[in-house]
């Protein structure tokens, strides 16, 4: 029978306030990562985009959280958690700042280089944060103090869906594509600033938010956290880290999660807008709800962890999200549409579950195995892509709903291994 620990401390004397702090972290890059999802229906409208092309957006964003992941490690086990959030969230204050430019040149590309280097500082701050929640406390109480953490992200994704609703989507134009292409190039373009104005407005008000933050934690006196290893040894690191079977495991479960979730995201608007007829601005407020349930949905999660072990919660929710996707794919009209919402209520325990059943027993490894598992978001980009394409070839956003579905499996199939894999690690 699994332990099940509910008399050890969630977090360790002393470091309630670094944890409140650094779980504010957690709202922000919720905040980003929703306001993003919502950019592929803004822009599909407004430059006349296939899904595809819009899948760009996601490429864009989680390939930095790739290619940045394993540089923050390098820099946080070099210097400090402190400073690899600074740095982080000086990157995202860029990033958003970048959006005023891009505004004027009105170029597709410039928009998908100013959210690269957002999400450059979004993939050091999740780097650096969620080690750093681990850490605060006793290891058997770790999945659910991150799961508690992670408890504030959809907070601040319901504020970015809100912030794009009433700012960037209730501002577009309804002309649709076969509209826009009859318009001459002045007229067109006319529209076209206007509604890239609201896009960028809000990105840049987001920047001036961050930038309090960032003097914040400056001025804020963080406790070093001890290691048991200081020497950097990245290759000796990742070594161990690959032949860790249970790590490996997490590591791909955590990118076809991600696929899961951005591709259900990204495509809840589209999905609305065909099944019920509505546009951008309606349709957002059934994403809305499904991040609304997304969030509640974590803190019953959290607390079921008091008494049932992360990895059946895992399957169990891995199994239900998968049967929600097949409504969505073969159900119509608002049962589909409630299906999809189900889904997030299913998906919210998954990511800091997976994050936090990866890292037992990694040690010294720690920092570069939190790495590992932040750049396992590039599923979010990858497999966005595929179900864009699936889409497109097939002419029915239905049916590109089985890429969330094989994704559900295979989150399914790692957490029904995972304890023998945990002992294996044990036993090695």
């Excluded at 004027?104 to 944060?129: D, K, N, P």
């Amino acid at each position: 029978m699994e332990k099940v620990t509910n008399r050890i401390p969630i977090i360790k004397p002393g470091n309630k306030w670094p944890f409140i702090l650094i779980t504010s972290l957690f709202f922000l890059w919720g905040l980003a990562n929703n306001m993003t999802d919502t950019l592929l229906a803004a822009f599909k409208r407004i430059m006349s985009m296939t899904d595809f092309q819009t899948s760009w957006i996601q490429m864009a964003f989680y390939g930095s959280y790739f290619l940045l992941a394993l540089p923050a490690a390098i820099l946080v086990k070099k210097y400090t958690y402190k400073t690899g959030v600074l740095v982080g969230l000086g990157l995202f204050i860029t990033g958003s700042l970048l959006f005023y430019p891009a505004s004027i040149t009105m170029v597709y590309g410039h928009f998908l280089a100013a959210l690269f280097i957002l999400a450059g500082g979004l993939s050091i701050l999740e780097t650096s944060a969620n080690p750093y929640i681990i850490s605060m406390g006793a290891e058997e109480t770790a999945t659910r103090r991150l799961n508690l953490a992670q408890s504030f992200n959809p907070l601040g994704s319901i504020t970015g869906i809100l912030l794009s609703k009433f700012f960037i989507l209730s501002n577009l134009n309804l002309l649709d594509a076969n509209q826009r292409a009859q318009m001459n190039d002045l007229e067109l373009k006319a529209i076209q600033s206007e509604e890239l104005t609201s896009v960028m407005g809000t990105y840049v008000g987001v920047a001036f938010f961050l930038l309090v933050v960032w003097l914040m934690v400056k001025f804020t006196k963080m406790p070093m956290m001890e290691e048991k290893v200081r020497k950097m040894d990245i290759g000796g690191s990742i070594k161990r880290l690959l032949a860790n079977r249970n790590y490996s495991w997490a590591v791909t479960a955590q990118f076809f999660y991600m696929g899961a979730q951005i591709g259900l995201w990204s495509y809840t608007i589209r999905y609305v807008m065909q099944e019920l007829g509505k546009n951008e601005d309606e349709s957002s407020v059934y994403y809305l709800a499904s991040i609304i349930l997304f969030s509640g949905s974590r803190f019953i999660f959290t607390a079921l962890m008091k008494f049932v072990p992360p990895r059946r919660l895992l399957f169990l929710a891995a199994v239900l999200g998968a049967i929600c996707t097949l409504t969505v794919i073969y159900g119509s009209g608002m049962t589909g549409v409630i299906a999809l919402i189900l889904a997030s209520g299913c998906m919210s325990l998954m990511f800091p579950t997976i994050y936090g059943l990866g890292m037992q027993k990694l040690g010294g490894d720690s920092k570069i195995g939190g790495s590992g598992l932040i750049m396992a978001i590039l599923g979010g980009a990858v497999l966005t892509a595929v179900q864009g394409f699936v889409s497109d070839m097939t002419g029915s956003i239905n049916l590109s709903f089985y890429v969330p579905f094989i994704c559900f499996f295979v989150v399914a199939l790692y957490s029904r291994i995972q304890k023998g894999l945990q002992k294996k690690v044990m036993l090695a």
